[in-house]
């Protein structure tokens, strides 16, 4: 599985941005989708997360009521909606794929993941 992320950029603070991740193969309709981030100097930390049929989303506190998690099966790709950015949203942020979930699964811990695609950077000026 090839994940492949796009749709980040520099933006002022209070504005919206939207990722896209879109995944190769035939799996990405079984698999549960994550969304992290990594800020220079910090570690890698969850953002948000979608079980395989979309039914069942979970973000992370820091994000809750700003970013939306979404996916379309029939375009292999999964997004991230990203509304009243913050400088402390800076970061490149990260799609990550798990194959063969259960219906309503969602995770949060990187090591739950089994598939991760490049980064692609969000920059929020102040």
């Known amino acids: 599985v090839e994940l492949v992320e796009s749709g980040g950029g520099l933006v002022q603070a209070g504005g919206s941005l939207r990722l896209s991740c879109a995944a190769s193969g035939r799996t990405f309709s079984s698999s549960a989708m994550g969304w992290f981030r990594q800020a220079p100097g910090k570690e890698r930390e969850f953002v948000a997360a979608i079980s395989r049929s979309g039914g069942n989303t979970y973000y992370a506190d820091s994000v809750k009521g700003r970013f939306t998690v979404s996916r379309d099966n029939a375009k292999n790709t999964v997004y991230l909606q990203m509304n009243s950015l913050k400088p402390e949203d800076t970061a490149v942020y990260y799609c990550?794929?798990?194959?063969?979930?259960?219906?309503?699964?969602?995770?949060?811990?990187?090591?739950?993941?089994?598939?991760w695609g490049q980064g692609t950077q969000v920059t929020v000026s102040s």
């Open positions: 990550a794929a798990k194959r063969t979930a259960f219906l309503l699964t969602v995770l949060t811990r990187l090591n739950e993941y089994d598939y």
